[in-house]
């Protein structure tokens, strides 16, 4: 059980900005207002349960939670299935906003794909919310039927929460109760009922388990189906586990201590984890504020310039829209992309910081086509864009990859009035702009080594 360090929080946002981390959002992230304090979800649920099935209070345990409710509901003769939609009722009635630990969580860009413990939509909700224009897929896994990831393009990437305990509805797919509990955990060691790719992501990547306060067996068990290996194998990706109890838990520390040393127990709740990072990756991301949108296609702010590493793309206003779908595309794949949504044509103060922005960029893509490239257009704002990466284009070696033309209709790069840094490099087609896979996985490599020489440095 350790405090975080310096060097695991570098190491961390590290991992966030390669898209190596999933978090793992448990019950105690999600809380709901109720009066003038915060209660956790499935405690005011439980509450709201217990009164709309008429259970005494004095029978229930004075911090009860769904289970309590609904093992008293069953000795008392009543039937299960009448409580799912019961609960759906509830929530659809009250409509709880989502906490701020789920709002600072969602407003880190960079993590794409949340695994949620709860039933509830709430974090889906925090993502809609921190990330206008980027409403979030869902997927519920069920027992009896297996929803699992599905491979998309890099363009048509939008953030996605997998409810791996099943998903609020009005019929009993989803968890309320241990028993419950226990059907999905069983159901998850039958490799016939497992969602392969959603588990092939989690061994993939760093997991960030926050909230869960999982039993010491039952995290056991979790740690164990979700790398898919014995804990003790080393596999060189972190489990982080940040909540209210796992700190404490001697058993649970002699064991991770034993068998798991690639899972580090912070000693911090999972909010008060939550709130340092989400400080710490907008401190180290200054020109992406919290509240800005996350998948926006306006890109950072004006007078912050490119960050080091970004993409920089260069485009004329005729093909705005599929610059537009180019930046999408690049951001979907996890990019940091320097994009100006007006294609501004300003004064030489601001020119001079784009000028230097350039040299920041890991990456220029100019947008190549007819009209970018017609006599009209040679005195345009872009040219200076365009000539300021040829200028610096000209002091690296041939072998480095900098400019990489996106051509967006039929223009021929070798035919084309472009200054020869261009032509000499190897451009892509991109029909509209629509990334592809392979120019993804591209990017990332190049942008990936851009990084590694700038660390060494």
Not at 70 to 86: I, N, Q, T
Not at 216 to 227: N, P, S
Not at 229 to 256: N, P, T, Y
Request: aromatic fraction near 8%; charge should be neutral.
């Amino acid at each position: 059980m350790t405090a975080p360090t310096e060097r695991f929080w570098e190491d961390l946002l590290l991992f966030i900005e390669e898209g190596k981390v999933i978090p793992v959002v448990g019950p105690e992230l999600v809380t709901v207002r109720d009066g003038e304090q915060d209660v956790l979800l499935y405690r005011w649920l439980a509450r709201r349960l217990a009164e709309a099935i008429e259970l005494p209070a004095a029978d229930l345990p004075a911090a009860c939670d769904l289970n309590d409710v609904v093992a008293l509901y069953l000795r008392r003769g009543g039937k299960r299935d009448d409580l799912y939609s019961r609960i759906l009722r509830i929530l659809r009635d009250t409509k709880p906003v989502p906490s701020p630990a789920l709002l600072a969580l969602a407003g880190i860009p960079r993590l794409d794909l949340f695994v949620s413990l709860t039933f509830d939509s709430l974090l889906a909700e925090a993502i809609a919310i921190a990330r206008p224009g980027a409403a979030p897929l869902q997927l519920a896994y069920q027992t009896k039927e297996v929803h699992d990831l599905q491979k998309r393009a890099p363009s048509a990437l939008r953030p996605l929460v997998y409810h791996l305990l099943g998903r609020v509805s009005s019929t009993p797919d989803y968890v309320i109760c241990d028993e419950d509990l226990l059907e999905f955990v069983h159901a998850l060691q039958d490799k016939q009922r497992l969602p392969l790719k959603l588990f092939d992501e989690l061994r993939a990547k760093h997991l960030l388990i926050l909230g869960c306060s999982f039993g010491d067996w039952l995290l056991r068990f979790f740690l164990r189906t979700a790398r898919g290996l014995e804990l003790s194998q080393k596999r060189k990706r972190w489990d982080v586990l940040a909540d209210a109890h796992s700190s404490s838990d001697a058993d649970l520390a002699v064991f991770l201590a034993s068998f798991s040393t690639d899972t580090k127990v912070l000693d911090m709740p999972a909010a008060a984890f939550v709130g340092e990072l989400a400080r710490r990756w907008h401190q180290a991301h200054p020109s992406a504020p919290a509240d800005a949108p996350a998948n926006s296609t306006a890109g950072h702010t004006a007078d912050a310039g490119p960050r080091d590493g970004a993409v920089f793309v260069s485009y004329a206003s005729e093909n705005r829209a599929a610059a537009e779908r180019l930046a999408d595309g690049l951001r979907a794949a996890r990019l940091d992309v320097w994009f100006d949504k007006n294609a501004l044509q300003v004064a030489d103060d601001w020119a001079q910081s784009i000028q230097r922005g350039i040299g920041r960029c890991a990456l220029f893509l100019p947008v190549i086509s007819r009209e970018s490239l017609s006599e009209a257009n040679h005195r345009r704002y872009f040219w200076r864009e365009w000539n300021a990466a040829h200028d610096l284009a000209k002091g690296m070696a041939q072998a480095e990859p900098f400019i990489v033309p996106v051509v967006v209709d039929d223009t021929r790069l070798d035919l084309s009035a472009l200054p020869d840094t261009f032509r000499s490099r190897q451009g892509v087609t991109l029909p509209g702009g629509d990334v592809t896979p392979e120019l993804a996985d591209r990017l990332q490599a190049i942008v990936k080594a851009f990084h590694r020489r700038n660390a060494a440095r």
